[in-house]
T-cell receptor
Framework: NAGVTQTPKFQVLKTGQSMTLQCAQDMNHEYMSWYRQDPGMGLRLIHYSVGAGITDQGEVPNGYNVSRSTTEDFPLRLLSAAPSQTSVYFC???????????????FGPGTRLTVT | DQQVKQNSPSLSVQEGRISILNCDYTNSMFDYFLWYKKYPAEGPTFLISISSIKDKNEDGRFTVFLNKSAKHLSLHIVPSQPGDSAVYFCSPIYGGSQGNLIFGKGTKLSVKP
């Protein structure tokens, strides 16, 4: 199993450009999520999905779109990049949070994005 | 308002000694508490967890203690090793909200040889 893969590893964008961060998992996990990590801020949830065709907003969704057409893939789209979106982005997956259980999230290696 | 707080941004300990990382939370509905470890330029990895019905869970050198009345949990690492140097995140979970997977801001542990 490759686990959770993310591409690209690094990306530099100019303000106003758009792009898609790719995320894929091969563990048949229902739950997938996107986080951003900024210095001193921990991991903040952007969007999440509890299954194909179902997505919802997290704590910091503005400026980002997601879709989940398959169980395996969960791309994150930046509509019009802004310097405030400079961050490290992590994709994660896990078994469904319902019913309640001691489930862990599996994280990808991250994408380091710089917006100039 | 933060539902989970890790008030110590950093901690430095000597190799072989105990490391204690703390986490405080506000929501009494949390069912499980997970600790993740993160090395630079890598994604977080799961370390250890505890159910809200327990007060202690041990896995090798790692032990997590939960004090529900104080809404406080701690991760103990004994003995600490240089390879334990990483950022540790506390992440509480409750099943009532499917998307409410939150993390503390993390504590950077440095274990000196």
């Amino acid at each position: 199993n490759a686990g959770v893969t993310q591409t690209p590893k690094f990306q530099v964008l100019k303000t106003g450009q758009s792009m898609t961060l790719q995320c894929a998992q091969d563990m048949n996990h229902e739950y997938m999520s996107w986080y951003r990590q900024d210095p001193g801020m921990g991991l903040r949830l952007i969007h999440y999905s509890v299954g194909a065709g179902i997505t919802d907003q997290g704590e910091v969704p503005n400026g980002y779109n997601v879709s989940r057409s398959t169980t395996e893939d969960f791309p994150l789209r930046l509509l019009s990049a802004a310097p405030s979106q400079t961050s490290v982005y992590f994709c994660a997956s896990s078994y469904s949070p319902l019913p309640q259980g001691d489930y862990e999230q599996y994280f990808g290696p991250g994408t380091r994005l710089t917006v100039t | 308002d933060q539902q989970v707080k890790q008030n110590s941004p950093s901690l430095s300990v000597q190799e072989g000694r105990i490391s204690i990382l703390n986490c405080d939370y506000t929501n009494s509905m949390f069912d499980y508490f997970l600790w993740y470890k993160k090395y630079p330029a890598e994604g977080p990895t799961f370390l250890i967890s505890i159910s809200s019905i327990k007060d202690k869970n041990e896995d090798g050198r790692f032990t997590v203690f939960l004090n529900k009345s104080a809404k406080h949990l701690s991760l103990h690492i004994v003995p600490s090793q240089p390879g334990d140097s990483a950022v540790y995140f506390c992440s509480p979970i409750y099943g009532g909200s499917q998307g409410n997977l939150i993390f503390g801001k993390g504590t950077k542990l440095s274990v000196k040889p």
